[in-house]
């Protein structure tokens, strides 16, 4: 229902988990990298987080793809995996399978996407006590507090006071299917 109300789709991301061979030999910097797998072609713009752990979270790798009905299905594409993998053994030697790095994880996830790049945020129009809040890409795990204070307000007070909503609003996808005579 999501999907077809509000235009979000879901965004397949991949993620690897690594153990290095020897954890004290990776800084705790982040890197936001642009790679080029070769000559020509398309930039990947990989990111790497040292976690305090020892492991290093490596991702990246994403493509529109139909979210599946089964979270259980969800599984890392080999392609995506393996370029991953390359990115890892580039940014440290450490990072290198072959060379003694523990993968800890595989993985994919999918991240609700907006056709406009804002997330939405609100009360369902025509439904009262119906709130939404979805669609922050990459971004949830960062806005979560102030959308879920946001809403609290908006819930309890009537509106928010901590940001304006209006962008955000549901509405804004309902006016666009009206106009489309949907």
Request: with cysteine; net charge negative.
């Amino acid at each position: 229902m999501i999907r077809e109300v509000f235009d979000v789709s879901g965004l397949k991301a991949h993620s690897i988990v690594l153990r290095p061979r020897d954890p004290d030999t990776i800084t705790p910097h982040a890197l936001f990298l642009s790679y080029q797998p070769e000559p020509g072609a398309k930039m990947l713009d990989p990111e790497v987080y040292p976690r305090p752990t020892g492991e290093v979270y490596i991702c990246g790798m994403t493509k529109d793809a139909e979210v599946p009905d089964d979270p259980a299905t969800i599984t890392g594409e080999p392609d995506s995996i393996a370029m991953l993998h390359k990115i890892a053994g580039r940014v440290s030697s450490q990072l290198k399978r072959e060379e003694g790095a523990e993968v800890v994880a595989e993985q994919a996830c999918y991240l609700p996407c907006t056709s406009d790049g804002l997330p939405v945020i609100g009360e369902m129009p025509g439904v009262k006590g119906c709130y939404v809040a979805t669609g922050h890409n990459c971004w949830g795990i960062l806005n979560a507090p102030a959308t879920g204070a946001a809403l609290a307000e908006l819930i309890l007070e009537g509106n928010a006071k901590i940001v304006d909503l209006a962008p955000f609003s549901p509405a804004r996808f309902l006016k666009k299917r009206s106009k489309r005579g949907v």
